[in-house]
């Protein structure tokens, strides 16, 4: 295990995601801030819509019934989509550097031009992955007041 590996999304890669205009709809979890320091918890049915109608908030930190999207690394996962450009296919390595730290690879092979990250951090390289195909379109930029 990943020393710090907690399973979703911190605050900071949370904030990161939105800005880069990720569906917050795509999130599993949000980070509820009324409680003196924020936590990840899981929606419930009856939560739902009042996220949705409230997501203007989430980048007020003053608002004590803040919710801010936070993301598992199981859902980011499944926000990559298995192909792109009907080729090139999702794949994920785990390796070891020269002084065997533990390393993860991401990537979308396309032969002599494979789009390709490396991370000591498995979440990290798939937020990378996801800003990328953000940037480059292939998952659809939200844009949203805030």
């Known amino acids: 295990m990943i020393e710090g590996f907690i399973g979703w999304t911190s605050l900071k890669q949370s904030r990161i995601l939105m800005e880069a205009g990720l569906d ?14 924020p936590r990840p918890i899981p929606y419930q049915p009856h939560e ?23 993301w598992t690394i199981g859902k980011l ?17 785990k390796g070891e550097d020269s002084n065997k730290n533990e390393s993860y690879t991401i990537m979308y092979d396309f032969g002599p031009e494979d ?19 953000i ?3 292939i998952i659809t930029k939200v844009d949203y007041e805030y």
């Open 24 to 37: 917050p709809n795509t999130a599993d979890m949000y980070y509820k801030g009324d409680e003196g320091f």
């Open 77 to 93: 996962i499944k926000v990559l989509p298995a192909k792109i450009y009907e080729f090139a296919t999702l794949s994920f390595l």
């Open 115 to 133: 789009i390709t990250f490396t991370e000591e951090s498995l979440i990290d390289v798939v937020i990378k992955m996801i800003l990328q195909q």
């Open 135 to 137: 940037k480059e379109g």
């Open 48 to 70: 739902l819509e009042h996220y949705l109608n409230n997501l203007p908030f989430w980048k007020r930190y003053d608002c004590l019934d803040v919710r801010i999207p936070c």
